[in-house]
Structure formats: structure tokens, C-alpha cells
């Protein structure tokens, strides 16, 4: 039980923290996405993590912007389009050991940047089209960030994902003309 104790502790102060997050999607970037429906297929290619293109496809597919989205490999016929997603940060977070040593009461505070680029390409003409998000974010690691995290502003780290993929889908409609036109000759 000794030996468990520290790891409790970890994932107990893990999960007592929060982090500024992208903005959640307006009203009418909603409404824009909505109208945006595009009748192409959209696979999307490999990243050396999983999440990154798991988290993509679902979100793509969730505001059904697509006709098709889905991991590269389940196509049988080429897609219309091909994306890839590259997810980028640099955080500026010590170790929290004096937040791990007062069980959270003392927060570690750090700043990061964080993002998320998606590359859309036609294999018929060979265009292409990027979307870049970036964020700015403050990470408070201990009770702080647990007291927080009732402010729209903050968020756990999965809501984080969520908001930058959904942020990458009010992109893509926004651009929407010029997506369309990718895979034409």
C-alpha cells in the first residue's frame, strides 16, 4: 500500500488542475459549419500518436462537414481529399514536486503554446490547403486549478482537444469555397 500511495497522490493532483482553453464556438460559427456541407471524402492519414487523428475524424465527423471523413486506411477508393494533422506545443511547466509534497494546496502555475495544423491535399491535382490554430494557455496544476475549472475559460485537458478540433472545423467551413475547388483540374 506504501508503494501505491505516491501514485494516488500523482493521479489524484492530475486530475486537480485546469488550463485556459480556445474559445467554445459561437452561435454562428455553429450555424456556419451547419451550412457548410461539403460532398467530398476526406481521409485522414497517419500521426505517430493516435489521438491527434482520432480526435480530428471524430470532431469532422460530428459536424458532418463532410460527406465521408475517416481514417486513410478505410477508404477503398482514394478520397477526395487527404489530411494530415501535426499537433505542436511547448510547454513552460516545471514539475509541480512542491505541489506533489502539499497535495495540491500550493498550485504549480506554468504558461504554454499549443496547436494544431491540418493539411488538406487533393491526390488529383496535387493542392493544398492549411489550417492553423494556435493557443496561448496558462496551466495550474493543484486545488487552484480544480476551483477553476467552473469558469467557461477552463478546462480539463480533454474539453482542451475538443475546443482546438472543434476550432479546426469552423476553419475548414469558413474555407469551405475554397475546399470545394481543391480536387477540380
Not at 452561435?27 to 461539403?38: F, H, N, P, S, V
Amino acid at each position: 500500500m506504501r508503494r501505491l500511495l505516491p501514485l494516488l497522490v500523482l493521479v489524484f493532483l492530475s486530475a486537480c488542475g485546469a488550463m485556459t482553453a480556445p474559445p467554445s464556438l459561437t452561435a454562428a460559427e455553429r450555424a456556419r459549419i451547419a451550412a457548410a456541407q461539403l460532398e467530398l471524402s476526406l481521409g485522414v492519414g497517419r500521426h505517430a500518436a493516435s489521438w491527434p487523428r482520432e480526435d480530428l475524424v471524430t470532431a469532422l465527423a460530428q459536424w458532418h462537414l463532410f460527406r465521408r471523413v475517416d481514417r486513410l486506411e478505410a477508404f477503398a477508393e482514394a478520397p477526395d481529399l487527404v489530411a494530415t494533422v501535426q499537433v505542436f506545443g511547448n510547454p513552460d511547466t516545471t514539475l509541480p514536486v512542491v505541489t506533489f509534497l502539499t497535495l495540491g494546496i500550493i498550485p504549480t502555475v506554468g504558461k504554454g503554446y499549443d496547436g494544431v495544423r491540418v493539411t488538406l491535399a487533393a491526390p488529383a491535382t496535387g493542392r493544398t490547403l492549411e489550417i492553423r490554430i494556435d493557443q496561448k494557455d496558462l496551466v495550474i496544476i493543484g486545488w487552484g486549478g480544480a476551483v477553476l475549472l467552473g469558469s467557461e475559460e477552463w478546462v480539463r485537458a480533454s474539453a482542451y482537444n475538443r475546443r482546438m478540433f472543434d476550432r479546426i472545423a469552423s476553419e475548414l467551413a469558413a474555407r469551405a469555397e475554397t475546399i470545394e475547388t481543391l480536387p477540380l483540374r
